[in-house]
Nanobody, 125 residues
Framework: VQLQASGGGLVQAGGSLRLSCAAS????????IGWFRQAPGKGREFVAA????????YYADSAKGRFTVSRDNAKKTAYLQMNSLKPDNTAVYSCAANPYSSSSYFYTEYYYDYWGQGTQVTVSS
């Protein structure tokens, strides 16, 4: 199983980035995909998730209104569109696959079975 996150980079505050998470080796259709981030010196935190069963999306408060998570099951790829980026969004962003369809299991990294390597997002002021 492999999850490959990409699309990170350096962007000015107010800019946008679109992250991709390409999956292989698993039945992508039956996994919820979550996005997490880890800033320097901090723990990993939940950003967003998209439910495999009904496509509903879930966001951390800090991401609501600015970030959009989506998926394309045919391409086995999930996306995280990030708009109006701020310097405190600087972090390594990782995607992960979760076999649950209940949102109770989306917000904690413990319930995710597979992880991508992460992509660096740097937002300059």
């Amino acid at each position: 199983v492999q999850l490959q996150a990409s699309g990170g980079g350096l962007v000015q505050a107010g800019g946008s980035l679109r992250l991709s998470c390409a999956a292989s080796g698993l039945d992508f259709r039956i996994y919820t995909i979550g996005w997490f981030r880890q800033a320097p010196g901090k723990g990993r935190e939940f950003v967003a998730a998209i439910n495999y069963r009904d496509g509903r999306t879930y966001y951390a408060d800090s991401a609501k209104g600015r970030f959009t998570v989506s998926r394309d099951n045919a391409k086995k790829t999930a996306y995280l569109q990030m708009n109006s980026l701020k310097p405190d969004n600087t972090a390594v962003y990782s995607c992960a696959a979760n076999p649950y369809s209940s949102s109770s299991y989306f917000y904690t990294e413990y319930y995710y079975d597979y992880w991508g390597q992460g992509t660096q997002v740097t937002v300059s002021s």
